[in-house]
């Protein structure tokens, strides 16, 4: 073993606090290092994440407390995959960002930069942990960093879009500690697999309440449309690799949560309709909203919460198949958007409201950049040669194996929509001519690198999707294991 | 004495109820900023009480295994909501700082604290 799980939370802990001392000695240290950290975590996780293959899953225990009493640390098929996921986005964010506000002064890229880092590390954090409180304050290290990163920018209305999320995220932190008393109260237990094991106990009526809380709590981040007023004004207001951050990162988390809570710690199937009933709404809601906007971030924005409720979806289906495709279509949706945030950006760069109609005849200006974000577009629709298609795909095979025909229509109907109003930003940017007087600012070296790898990604996978499809099996059976994750923590007597 | 602990346990966890009650109300209905965040933190502090009282044990001792004191393992109160709430505490603070420097961010730019006056992004 190369090296333990807890290194992904205390390195880039370590790294976001200890920045600023370097950065008073070597004012490019503040760049440097979260990229270095990056990298080095997703070495770490790939590594680990072949160890895990040959020996099966990792439980690191905390400070010598053995579970259920100590917190534990758990790398699994499962959490490695989403961990593997998330430290390689940080890392593109990182390089997407190297520059971020290099001609104005120092400090930005500070506070940017460490703000990144405690983002990364909460996300990675509520992963691998094995505890419901310690997730509690992953969550909060997650949403403090978030609010941080949404008013990042002083001139817009940054700080409305951020005190809206804060009031929401407030309010869910202390609906998750109601929930988590509630547990506690009756188990007497924080550990995951222990709660997991004597859930059967727990009365019905308490069981249930805790459940809404914890979903009411979760759906917040996870952008479950009821709880989602938070996220296009966010996705508008915050920096653009933010944007894809929260898409590709944080959103990842919040779905993992739910998802551990409903296969793992609770023992009712209704759960699973409760998660097609919602992934539904959130789903139809988001994509007709993204139809009518016409601001492009706002567009992205909706498009990805229904992303996230075509990942419900799958994930109530509750067969082997829908885990696939919920994992397939998270892989495919973190990288997809990503590309689309960055390369959206670079196509409004500059301008005042970030209209759809200021991308018109782009294809001329910045030949590289549309193209990515054609591609994007192309691959999020579900069109074929793209990985976006086998996802689509995987989702509708599982639907129909269950016979769950109104569902498949559904998705595909809203799909339609979908095409049309991302086709209709790739229609503007070819075929519209350009009005404006403004030069389009062209994107940077390290930016392009960023956008191309992602690119080549998403074509690389759409023609050989087997490459990850094994490690997408490997990580659905272990999260459908329930029995095999209780044993992994709790007989842990190494 | 039995009539006398269940009135105490009513008193403090309808008290808990009642704080989170009142801090949501304030948080969900009054217009000004800083009443919101005076309501948010009011919510906080009802389920910190919350917290406190599950864990509270009638004439419990610390829960500290010193010599001579072994014997005492079911009378010691249960540290570990107690752990829990000073780390919710610590959040808590956390959250209103920020909430309360966005508080400041949004009178400089829009030069009021009425929130229905700041509605520059809609659904």
């Known amino acids: ?494 | 004495m039995e009539k006398y602990l269940n009135i105490l346990n009513i008193a403090i966890y309808g008290s808990a109820v009642l704080l989170m009650l009142i801090g949501l109300y304030g948080a969900l209905t009054k217009k000004s900023l800083i009443k919101i965040v005076l309501g948010l933190s009011i919510l906080d502090s009802g389920v910190h009480l919350l917290m406190i009282a599950i864990g509270y044990l009638k004439d419990g001792t610390a829960p500290i295994f010193s010599p001579g004191n072994e014997d005492k393992m079911n009378i010691m109160v249960d540290p570990i909501p107690q752990a829990l709430v000073l780390t919710a505490i610590v959040i808590g603070f956390g959250v209103t700082a920020v909430a309360l420097s966005l508080v400041i961010r949004l009178y400089r730019h829009h030069n009021t604290l009425r929130i229905d006056e700041i509605k520059k992004l809609k659904w």
């Open chain 1, 1 to 494: 073993m190369v090296g333990s799980p807890v290194l992904f939370v205390a390195i880039p802990l370590l790294a976001a606090f200890i920045i600023p001392l370097t950065g008073m000695m070597w004012k490019n240290s503040v760049r440097v290092i979260p990229g270095l950290v990056l990298a080095f975590m997703f070495f770490l996780s790939i590594s680990l994440m072949g160890y895990v293959n040959e020996h099966g899953t990792i439980v690191e225990v905390l400070a010598g407390w053995k579970p259920p009493i100590g917190i534990n640390l758990v790398f699994s098929p499962f959490t490695g995959f989403l961990t593997t996921l998330m430290t390689f986005l940080g890392f593109i964010v990182w390089l997407y960002s190297y520059k971020f506000k290099r001609n104005v002064d120092f400090e930005p890229s500070m506070k940017y930069f460490m703000l990144l880092m405690l983002l990364v590390t909460g996300s990675v954090g509520i992963v691998l942990t094995g505890d419901i409180f310690n997730m509690f304050v992953f969550i909060e290290i997650v949403s403090i960093s978030g609010y941080g990163l949404t008013s990042f920018y002083t001139r817009r209305d940054s700080a409305e879009a951020a005190f809206k999320f804060l009031f929401m995220g407030a309010i869910a932190s202390t609906f998750l500690l109601i929930a988590i008393m509630i547990i506690y109260s009756q188990l007497g237990t924080l550990n995951i697999a222990d709660i997991a094991e004597k859930m059967p106990m727990m009365d019905h009526k308490l069981k249930v309440l805790s459940l809404v809380f914890f979903i009411l709590a979760i759906g917040v981040e996870a952008e479950i449309f009821p709880l989602n007023g938070w996220a296009p004004d966010v996705y508008t207001e915050a920096p653009g690799p933010i944007g894809a951050a929260f898409a590709g990162i944080v959103v990842k988390a919040a779905i993992y949560a739910s998802v551990r809570l409903v296969y793992t710690m609770y023992d009712f199937s209704g759960a699973f309709d409760l998660f097609i009933i919602i992934g539904l709404i959130t789903f139809i809601m988001a994509e007709t909203t993204a139809l009518r906007q016409d601001r492009l971030k706002r567009m992205l924005a909706y498009s990805s919460i229904g992303q996230m409720g075509l990942v419900m979806i799958a994930f109530g289906i509750g067969t082997k198949e829908g885990v696939y495709a919920a994992l397939f279509l998270m892989f495919n949706h973190a990288i997809i958007k990503s590309l689309l945030f960055f390369s959206g950006s670079y196509l409004v760069f500059n301008k005042k409201n970030k209209y759809i109609k200021h991308v018109n005849g782009m294809g001329k200006y910045l030949p590289i950049t549309s193209v990515l974000f054609t591609i994007g577009a192309f691959a999020i629709i579900g069109l074929p040669p793209f990985a976006g298609f086998w996802s689509k795909l995987a989702i509708l095979t599982a639907a129909a194996d269950n016979k769950m025909v109104v569902l498949i229509a559904v998705i595909l109907i809203i799909s339609i929509l979908e095409a049309v109003y991302y086709l209709r930003v790739v229609n503007r940017i070819y075929f519209y001519d350009k009005k404006e007087k403004t030069e389009p600012k062209k994107p940077s070296l390290n930016a392009l690198v960023a956008m191309i790898s992602l690119g080549v990604i998403v074509l690389v996978i759409g023609f050989y999707p087997d490459l990850i499809s094994g490690i997408l099996d490997r990580a659905a059976a272990d999260l459908l294991d329930k029995g095999n994750y209780i044993k992994d923590v709790l007989t842990l007597n190494k």
